[in-house]
């Protein structure tokens, strides 16, 4: 009998497809920022993005198991699937985010077979808790990519990018790789602030 004809993975493969089809909607819930051509990110391109700079930094992060960082990377927002994004400058007013955001990862992952279940939620908790060298760098490569969004992005009047100077800066200088980003990335930011606040010129 062939492996894919198991009677195990034909039980387990509705289960995935109601998985999958739940964290589809990530594909259009949106973000506190957007793109170049003034379109309101998704998590997924935020997610997407996270990704690919996790893969061409790989070879600057030795020692690290790269795999484990890319999982961590399109887990880390999963449960945003449920009840969507928060903003940064929200967070700080709702201490039980990362709760919730859990507890929707575990409802999300329920269709799931209980060991993948339990793996994604374990790469959840590990990020969270920043527990691994892998968690870690997600965690600053996370902040970077929010802030290089919204460097490039078409933002709204109002905009505040200074708040992004001291956004996640724990997370992100402690490696150097991270660190040398930053500052290019701050020094884009103090730069888009003095854009977005000078007067438009008339002609």
């Not at 100077?165 to 990335?185: C, F, K, M, N, S």
């Amino acid at each position: 009998m062939s492996e894919f004809s198991a009677p195990s993975l034909g039980a387990e493969l509705p289960g995935t497809l109601a998985f999958l089809r739940a964290a589809e909607s990530l594909k259009y819930l949106t973000r506190t920022s957007w793109t170049s051509d003034g379109r309101q990110e998704t998590v997924a391109a935020h997610t997407w993005r996270l990704c690919l700079m996790a893969m061409v930094l790989a070879p600057h992060f030795p020692g690290i198991d790269v795999g484990k960082l890319l999982r961590i990377c399109v887990v880390h927002d999963l449960g945003e699937a449920i009840h969507g994004d928060v903003s940064a400058a929200l967070q700080a007013s709702l201490p039980n985010k990362a709760e919730q955001e859990r507890a929707d990862l575990v409802e999300l992952a329920q269709p799931l077979p209980e060991a993948v279940r339990a793996d994604l939620v374990a790469l959840w908790d590990e990020y969270d808790a920043a527990s691994s060298p892998e968690a870690k760098l997600a965690k600053g490569l996370d902040k970077l990519e929010t802030i290089l969004q919204h460097n490039q992005g078409v933002m709204p009047a109002g905009f505040d990018f200074l708040f992004n100077i001291e956004y996640g800066a724990a997370h992100t200088r402690d490696h150097p790789v991270l660190a040398a980003l930053r500052g290019l990335l701050d020094a884009e930011t103090h730069q888009r602030a003095r854009e977005h606040a000078a007067p438009p010129e008339h002609t």
